[in-house]
């Protein structure tokens, strides 16, 4: 290694030293500076920010040229979707008029069946085991 280099990384070093040094010495200082410019960041900077962003927004939505061509294409598709609907339409009218008009056979209504297959625990008739209901055994009395 030359004598250059050396002294390049003894520099280097003393360099970082001293900014150990100069830290350790103001390390209060420091901290308190950090703080006050953290606070500063979230109580003003950072809405600052935000406001220009939006603001910048409103400006590039609301450009004369870019509403002009978006209102363009939505009026082509308006008018895409209104003939298509058109179209529909009168296929509709077209096939009504071709099939001749039916009766609609009215239809009985059925009464609901009552379901008596299945368990439901909350009606003690529904089990299917030993009848209707729970029957607990007869109990054994021994008698001496």
Request: proline share 8%.
């Amino acid at each position: 290694v030359t004598f250059v280099a050396r002294c390049c990384v003894a520099t280097m070093i003393d360099l970082a030293f001293d900014l150990f040094r100069l830290i350790h010495a103001n390390k209060w200082s420091i901290i308190f500076a950090l703080i006050v410019v953290w606070q500063v960041k979230a109580n003003f900077l950072d809405d600052y920010v935000a406001e220009r962003r939006h603001q910048k927004s409103m400006e590039e939505a609301n450009d004369p040229e870019r509403v002009r061509i978006l209102d363009r294409d939505r009026e082509r598709r308006l008018e895409e979707m209104q003939e298509r609907q058109r179209k529909s339409a009168m296929e509709a009218l077209k096939k009504k008029k071709d099939q001749p008009e039916q009766p609609v056979p009215k239809t009985k209504k059925k009464k609901p069946q009552p379901r008596s297959s299945g368990y439901n625990p909350m009606d003690p008739s529904s089990s299917s085991s030993s009848g209707p209901g729970y029957k607990p055994p007869k109990r054994k009395v021994q008698r001496s």
